[in-house]
């Protein structure tokens, strides 16, 4: 009987093991992920998230119609957050919420990025349907590449993912479409648009630009210890400094080189160069104003709180950024240009977001950790 029992204990055992091995959630095929992606695509065309009110026409965008957006958006904030994430940890330890923490503005993370796919949407869609409007229809040239930037944006997500919020390759290729015919209606009304090169060119001021090429000589006032204390030289040292710079600012005035100068005084005065700019805020504002102020082969005697300089121009007749900052300026005013432009009709649409869009939440959308 004792046997019995031990043989039906033994027996229940492994069928209750069975049992949780035969109910253990199995793994999904790709298969099946990619048919659970189309179902949740259909939903998602049915969710409107988004309702666009122009001329008194209403328009709904779906989630369908916001994938590739959100998705993009979410995975910029991911890679925000691994790029912050050691310094994070060393600040908060590992307990930190990166999506609920709050930007500049006092927006949590997960709000900021969504905020940006809400403006990329918007933006977008004025000018899709701006493009639709004027009949433009998307040239050859982007369409060829309609297969190949869905492709790889899909390569991004795993199949969950990609089941998770129906990013189906038909999905994210309409999505890609709307964006490639905005962008192309956008550069087709702008490409003309002309900006006076010459007012922006006028905003920026040359002599900003132009490099002071200085040598210079040196004799501090004062010592440091190795504690990084200051030590006062005695009078007598402090003396003989002064006037070691006395006799090298005339032989400098005299065109001694300042090498040769220096070599003289070695224990005490350091020789250097500096190439400035006047709006430099890394030198002491004496030194620039100093510079600035001389000709090609002056000198000037300069003592600070710190020491004593003596700096000789070699010239000014370069100037390093300029032309690089008129091309910046330039297309500044094509950018605000544009950006008017864009204002004169993005004023007509009325873009309403629905309970539907408050429940999308950046950081749990297609990527989950």
Request: with cysteine; aromatic share 14%; glycine share 4%.
């Amino acid at each position: 009987m004792k046997q019995l029992r031990k043989l039906t204990a033994i027996l229940l055992v492994f069928a209750v093991a069975f049992s949780f091995a035969g109910c253990a959630k199995r793994k999904m095929t790709d298969k099946q992920y990619a048919e659970l992606a189309e179902k949740q695509a259909e939903k998602n065309k049915k969710n409107v998230v988004l309702r666009v009110t122009v001329d008194g026409e209403v328009k709904e965008i779906t989630a369908y119609d916001v994938v590739y957006f959100l998705a993009y958006n979410e995975r910029r904030a991911y890679e925000e957050k691994s790029a912050k994430e050691p310094t994070y940890r060393a600040l908060y330890g590992d307990d930190f919420n990166y999506f609920t923490m709050t930007d500049s503005n006092g927006t949590m993370m997960k709000d900021s990025f969504k905020n940006a796919a809400f403006s990329t949407i918007a933006y977008t869609y004025i000018l899709y349907y701006e493009a639709l409007k004027a009949g433009v229809q998307l040239e050859e040239l982007r369409r060829v590449k309609l297969d190949s930037a869905t492709s790889n944006f899909l390569n991004g997500y795993s199949a969950e993912q990609r089941a998770r919020v129906g990013m189906t390759a038909d999905c994210i290729r309409d999505n890609y479409e709307k964006v490639f015919l905005a962008d192309q209606y956008g550069t087709l009304m702008t490409s003309d648009f002309k900006v006076d090169e010459e007012a922006a060119k006028a905003t920026v001021d040359k002599e900003d630009y132009r490099v002071y090429q200085t040598d210079y000589l040196y004799v501090a006032k004062f010592d440091y210890n190795e504690d990084f204390q200051r030590v006062d030289f005695t009078p007598e040292e402090s003396a003989a400094r002064k006037a070691a710079m006395d006799d090298a600012f005339e032989r400098t005035k005299n065109g001694e080189d300042m090498l040769t100068i220096r070599s003289s005084y070695d224990s005490i005065m350091s020789y250097g160069t500096r190439d400035i700019f006047r709006t430099d805020e890394t030198i002491e504002p004496a030194y620039i104003e100093n510079s600035i102020n001389l000709k090609e082969g002056e000198c000037v005697f300069l003592e600070t709180s710190g020491g004593y300089y003596i700096i000789y121009l070699e010239n000014n007749r370069e100037f390093v950024g300029y032309d690089e900052a008129v091309a910046s300026a330039i297309e500044k005013a094509k950018s605000t240009g544009v950006a008017e432009w864009y204002m004169t009709f993005e004023s007509k649409y009325n873009i309403e977001k629905t309970a539907e869009w408050d429940k999308i939440e950046i950081g749990k959308y297609a990527i989950t950790q």
